[in-house]
């Protein structure tokens, strides 16, 4: 194996730079070797601008502690240029500190620079001035593009080279992404598309680092390249050159929210699952995208229609917190693959099938007759009894992986969870002495109205005889954009506007005749596909003379995926705007002289920053339900700030009540709010089997709730010893009395664990074990928050467990036989169910 390997070779002018110890990085089909050593990799992504530097290394650290190997990010260029030439490094876009974090934290790092990265990230990562570069052509064999492209490719790399990062100067960076995802759009593109991909590739190499470069989903990425595997199954996948190791780039842990979308969730049995076999068939590098998902702050949500929360089901959930059962059953996975990774890499494969869907696979090393063997179930129904001859009989459930230490000893299924469950509440911060709930006042508000009558008299910036794309118009600076026509002279008519999207408020005279969403104008289904368009319509009383027709148009993140995404119509481009009275009494606006104003007076003066003296904020007569508004949070007395709640735990924002719009805490953007998206009614699975293979449309949950109600507020956001200030601005009306200040704990632990395991329950911050709802080991039945007890149980059970838990933050059962007071109890495995209170 070893002679066939590809090397990277260290450059010996940046080892004089780093005081580290330089780390040569090669390959061949079984491994990525790194200084020598014969590795398979774990790694996950946690994208530094989805969370803040004071999270990093809490989020790094319990990477690590669930068996990572390695972090891996993307880079996101319109973050970074958000104007040409003019760079931002600072805060959470300070990539520089978070591999360094990364590198401390004892990890590897994976560099995805793109450009182009998708992620459900607006534009797809691409700056919009870019998109309007005169004579530009995205994603393809146009030379402006290219030169743009490669100048903040260079700049990355070379701040990387830089700050030492690569592993050939000392630092984690083992692997460099270019491009993302080419290979699933580039026909559209034709012989451009493939001239394009070459040249990404000999300009990555261009960049003369030591690091192998890779490309997802790129099946004729050049020779230079390693090709890689982005989906929920990647078992199957083999890469274009025999040399190179089988590497998934993104094992989707979830998937993303919509607004107005269900809840996705995937199973820690069938994720878990695809890992097992994709190292079972050869795997090398397995990463989670997600590992952590984190908030899409400001205006950074893509889609259309992403949502401001990216938990997307992954590990470590949006605020941070362990996912359990998710997080712990990949530990033990990691635990079991790292035991078996000497096999993986050096080992004699051999498969065989044992039975219909039962495959073995045994590695040998031939230096010493070691073995080590994974056998895995593929129906989605059965489940069987493989019969190995002399090495024993195991019983592999549907849709499972079991790795066997010497062929012939069960270590790890990835159906049989052995980690609890949190069940995880929002709660208000204070409690009493025995740990329920202290409701706090409600919070007093002040208000003050969007001064948008300027602009409703079509006193805009810029005039054209036509109807604009909104993101070239409005360079993508804000969410609105208003355009305003007055040469209407006519009664009684019935304004028709046809849009793409994604919003709409319709004003005559400076008055609001009607709005409209994309989703609204579909029904109660999701909208589906690409198409945001729909038409408004509204009978309209004209007066005589001339009249002012403003359209406030909308839009909820721009387009990030696809062929040519980024030249799809956004806004009242390829639409028309019609007056139709009766007869043929009509009149075609479309081609009017438009007056256009980008974004609210209220963003341009800064209502949002807590310093700004520009709002006239007014605390009496507190509006409800009217559009158009900010509000401002005072509490006791109506004071202008509230506090920062106790302890550690993360913090949300319950923005229940309210209608559509944009939140502040402290002047810092929290993202867009829309808890009136409520979420299909159908379609949720409350008892998801994880049989099967997974798709995004499987296991929902939330239906009919809406379809994000709590938003997060990291706690580097607040003042730990002065007051804070949120603001909100309303776009379609909402009651702000019942925001409210949560944080997000862990209300109640459950597990039910296979006997021979050792089963951890804990809590979270400050709060302990307060009271053993359920517990019996034998053959409970049921879920969690439904567990009953089966045919035979342990009568001690409780009393054994309440010993063990009961008052202390966390605790640890061994469950076998002997904890439970069992001598003798037959030739049968028993399970342990616990439910568990934390306060």
């Known amino acids: 194996m070893a002679s066939s390997r590809t090397e990277f070779v260290l450059v ?131 030379d402006i593009f290219k030169n743009e492209m490669q100048v903040f490719t260079t700049k990355i790399v070379n701040m990387c080279k830089e700050a030492n990062l690569f592993a050939s100067q000392g630092g984690p960076i083992i692997l460099a992404q270019i491009e993302n995802e080419y290979g699933n759009i580039m026909e559209k593109y034709g012989d451009a598309g493939k001239q394009y991909i070459k040249w990404c590739a000999n300009m990555a190499v261009a960049q003369n680092i030591s690091e192998p470069w890779i490309m997802c989903q790129q099946s004729d990425a050049p020779e230079s390249m390693i090709n890689t595997c982005n989906g929920f199954y990647c078992d199957q996948f083999k890469p274009n050159n025999p040399k190179s190791p089988k590497m998934w780039t993104e094992n ?203 602009t409703l008299k079509g006193n805009g910036r810029f005039e054209a005889a036509q109807l604009l794309d909104q993101k070239e118009a409005s360079g993508d600076v804000s969410d609105y954009l208003c355009v305003d026509t007055r040469n209407i002279s006519l009664k009684n008519m019935t304004l028709r506007v046809s849009t793409n999207g994604h919003g709409l408020h319709a004003y005559v005279n400076g008055k609001l005749i009607g709005s409209q969403f994309s989703r609204q104008a579909k029904g109660q289904q999701m909208v589906t596909g690409d198409d945001y368009s729909f038409g408004f319509d509204k009978a309209v009383s004209l007066k005589k003379g001339l009249n002012v027709i403003s359209l406030l148009s909308v839009t909820v993140g721009l387009a990030n995926y696809g062929a040519f995404y980024d030249l799809k119509p956004t806004g009242l481009i390829n639409g028309g705007v019609l007056l139709n009275g009766k007869g043929n009494n009509s009149i075609n606006a479309t081609t009017y002289q438009w007056s256009y104003k980008v974004g609210l007076n209220g963003e341009a003066q800064q209502f949002h920053d807590p310093n700004s003296r520009n709002a006239n904020w007014n605390s ?132 039910n664990a296979y006997e021979g395991n050792n089963l951890e329950l804990y809590c979270q911050g400050d709060r302990r074990i307060s009271e053993i709802q359920f517990a019996s080991f034998g053959d409970p039945q049921g879920t969690c928050g439904s567990f009953s007890l089966g045919n035979y149980q342990a009568t001690q059970s409780v009393a054994v467990v309440e010993k063990l838990c009961a008052g202390r933050p966390s605790c640890l059962i061994d469950v076998s036989q002997s904890t439970f007071g069992i001598s003798s109890w037959g030739n049968f495995t028993s399970r342990l169910a616990v439910q568990a209170v934390c306060k």
């Not at 996101?76 to 805060?91: A, I, L, M």
């Open 12 to 142: 010996a002018g940046l080892a004089m730079l780093c005081s580290c110890l330089a780390i040569k990085v090669e390959y061949d089909a079984n491994a990525l070797i790194i200084d020598g050593q014969r590795k398979v990799i774990i790694s996950g992504s946690i994208h530094y601008p989805r969370s803040t530097p004071e999270m990093w290394p809490d989020l790094i650290q319990k990477a690590k502690d669930g068996g990572l190997d390695a972090i891996e990010t993307y880079i996101f260029w319109n973050v970074h240029e958000p104007r040409r030439r003019e760079y931002d490094f600072s805060g959470n876009l300070d990539f520089v500190k978070f591999f360094k974090l990364v590198q401390d934290a004892g990890l590897h790092a994976i560099l995805r620079i793109g450009p182009y990265v998708c992620a459900e990230w607006n534009y797809g990562g691409f700056p919009m001035w870019l998109h309007n570069t005169p004579g530009i052509q995205l994603r393809t064999d146009n």
């Open 252 to 454: 989707w842990t979830g998937w993303f929210k919509l607004w107005g979308g269900r809840d996705p969730q995937r199973t820690a049995e069938d994720l878990a699952f695809s890992v097992a076999r994709f190292f079972q068939n050869g795997g090398v590098l397995n990463n989670y995208y997600m590992y952590h998902g984190g908030t899409n702050f400001g205006r950074t949500a893509g889609g259309p229609y992403i949502a401001t929360s990216y938990d997307y089901n992954a590990p470590l959930d949006e605020y941070g917190n362990l996912n359990q059962p998710k997080w712990g059953h990949l530990k033990q996975l990691h635990a079991s693959i790292k035991q078996a990774e000497k096999f993986l890499t050096n080992g004699t494969v051999e498969t065989k099938s044992v039975m219909n869907f039962v495959d073995l696979t045994k590695f040998t090393l031939n230096a010493t007759g070691e073995r080590f063997c994974m056998l895995s179930n593929s129906d989605n129904t059965g489940d069987y009894t493989a019969d190995l001859g002399e090495d024993g009989k195991f019983f592999v459930p549907a849709w499972s992986v079991t790795f066997l230490q010497n062929c012939s000893k069960e270590v790890y299924n990835t159906a049989k969870i052995n980690t609890q469950t949190s069940v995880m509440v929002t709660k208000h911060s204070e409690e009493d002495a025995y740990g329920n709930e202290v409701k706090p006042a409600k919070f007093s508000w002040m208000w003050a109205p969007e001064p948008i009558q300027d």
């Open 620 to 751: 009496t007569k507190v509006p409800k339900n009217r559009p158009m508004t900010w509000y401002k949070l005072g509490v006791y007395c109506l004071q202008t700030s509230f506090k920062t709640p106790s302890g550690e735990e993360p913090v949300v924002l319950d923005l229940l009540g309210m209608g559509k719009g944009h939140a502040w805490v402290n002047g810092k953007s929290i993202g867009r709010y829309w808890p009136t998206q409520i979420a299909e009614t159908t379609g949720c699975d409350a008892h998801c089997n994880y049989k099967g293979s997974y798709n995004d449309g499987k296991c929902r949950t939330n239906c009919g709730n809406p379809s994000q109600r709590w938003y997060h507020v990291p706690r580097s956001f607040l003042n730990n010893n002065a007051d804070n200030t949120l603001i909100l601005f309303e776009e379609v009306g909402g009651a702000p009395w019942n925001v409210t200040l949560q944080v997000v704990t862990v209300g109640t632990v459950c597990a």
